[in-house]
């Protein structure tokens, strides 16, 4: 309480506009409250009052404070267990407390201060001390206003920045470079990477015969599916183009393991792939096989998009002989095409070989597999078909019937079948010339 024997003037309280505030006076005497709501007013303050600490606590939840005059001998609620509430808010802890109080012993003045206050002024109080800390406090205030208000600046461009990189990388990776922008080389770099290209078979068809929005529909609904696996696998979504994906591993951060993440990628799409044809078949819709292609090899890669629009990407040759490999896989009968060049990082692979091919427009000769699951790798079918191929990479003239022994008695193969025909239309050997894509 103040004393009533107070002699100082009103006015002494009061000073220069400037520095103001909306401060909430807490005193269970009225004419405490009053003074000081005048005296504050004076100074420019906007002032609301409370009368304990019950009232002071809905005050402070419902209205937005620069500053509180506190007192400790309250009714209901002192002003200890106000300012434990308010340390324990994480919205009021930050309101700067000074606490103007009849105890003056030590201990109180400590308690208040570890209880989170800012000051203590013991009543009777000087009202030009009061002043003083009054600015003091409000300059703290719009310091740590300040200070917040360019953390929370830094927060949402940090989300935004893993927004817009959670468009092309995976979710670990979009925050790994939001929070350190600098790991993400923008300014080109040659890496040894490896790529996922996808593509369905008899597409546009489909989209003619079909309302658009039931074709963007299931388009959207494959193709979020389809980045989400790239993602889950720790790939980064290099572009989309129509109904194809193109996927890349090992940049723009370096993944020793990125042939074995691009191997069990494809693998999961060509698995989510047959389910949604299967579904889509069922349901009316003639949703054609997704091809898929990996290979290995070196490309530029960086931002080529300049800086009105981001488009990390890459270039090189072997994104053509990917397209070139997942192209194949319509001549060979199968799903997916795998280089040598990835199965050679992968120990352990599981597959079976396909051959030595020439793809159109290219003149090297590219050794590629077929991977397959671990069930299918340790089959029956699977053993016999290697022992065929053996066979035929031999030159043996019983490789035509070995192979189709295998297609006798393990169902349709329809590797088995491609090279089965052209044992019988007069070539020989596992090196193979493509004319067509």
Known sequence: MLSQTQT?????????????????????????????AKGLEQQGHTVRLA????????????????????DILMPEI?????????????????????VISALEEMESVVKCIEMGADDHLAKPFDPVLLHARIRASLGKKRLRDRELAAEEALRKAAEQAQANLSRYFSPNLAKQLA???????????????????????????????FEPAKILSLLNEYLDAMTRIVFRHGGTVDKIVGDAVYAMF???LEQPEHASRAVSCAMEMDEFCQDFQERQNVSGVSWGVTRIGVHSGPA???????????NYTAYGDALNTTARLESVNKHLGTRICVSASVVEQIPGFKGRPVGILVLKGKSEQIKVFEPLSDELADAPGTE???????????????????????????????????HLKRLLAGEGGISIRFAEK
């Open 51 to 70: 009368e304990n600490g019950r009232e002071a606590l809905e005050l402070l939840r419902s209205e937005s404070f620069d500053l509180m005059l506190l």
């Open 384 to 418: 016999a078909y290697r022992e065929a191929f053996a066979q035929l990479e031999a030159g043996e003239s019983r490789a035509s019937q070995t192979f189709a022994a295998v297609m006798g008695q393990y169902g349709e193969d329809p590797l088995a079948t491609f």
């Open 250 to 252: 090992g940049a723009p």
């Open 8 to 36: 100082k003037d009103d006015e002494t309280l009061a000073g220069e506009a400037g520095d103001c505030g909306h401060v909430l006076v807490v005193d269970d005497n009225r004419l405490n409250r009053l003074k000081l």
């Open 179 to 209: 929070d350190d922008p600098e790991s993400l080389d923008l300014r080109g770099q040659r890496r040894n990477v490896t790529f996922v290209f996808t593509d369905i078979t008899n597409f546009t068809p489909l989209i003619e015969s």
């Open 78 to 98: 002192d002003g200890f267990e106000v300012l434990r509430q308010i340390k324990d808010d994480g919205k009021l802890r930050y309101i700067p407390v000074i």
């Open 300 to 310: 530029i890669v960086g931002n080529f998009g300049g800086e009105m629009f981001f």
